[in-house]
Nanobody
Framework: QVQLVESGGGLVQPGGSLRLSCAAS????????MGWYRQAPGKERELVAT???????NYSDSVKDRFTISRDNAKNTVYLQMNSLKPEDTAVYYC???????????????WGQGTQVTVSS
């Protein structure tokens, strides 16, 4: 019923930049918050950044001032601009959207399949 498709991951050198995109499609009535999480090998999934449907962002301390989250409500798409990347940013990045399906009365979280980001020289 709903698909969240991420793109933009890859290999980048320390200090470089990447831009992730995540497009939601399907029987969507409305989307509340959208965000990005990441999971490094051997670690738990952690919040990177979220953004409300009115555009208010929230960042983890580890990425503040380096990453920028944005969204295009007309395209049901969320972006993550990642600058000054560090090796410790290496992880699988997952898109998340809290949305309401057409014909449903509740909001629920949905996840993308993940995209690998590797920061290495």
């Amino acid at each position: 019923q709903v698909q969240l498709v991420e793109s933009g991951g890859g290999l980048v050198q320390p200090g470089g930049s990447l831009r992730l995109s995540c497009a939601a499609s399907g029987s969507i009535f409305s989307i509340n918050a959208m965000g990005w999480y990441r999971q490094a090998p051997g670690k738990e999934r952690e919040l990177v950044a979220t953004i409300t449907n009115t555009g208010a962002p929230n960042y983890s301390d580890s990425v503040k001032d380096r990453f920028t989250i944005s969204r295009d409500n007309a395209k049901n798409t969320v972006y993550l601009q990642m600058n000054s990347l560090k090796p410790e940013d290496t992880a699988v990045y997952y898109c998340n959207a809290v949305l309401r399906l057409t014909g449903w009365n509740i909001f629920a979280p949905y996840w993308g399949q993940g995209t690998q980001v590797t920061v290495s020289s």
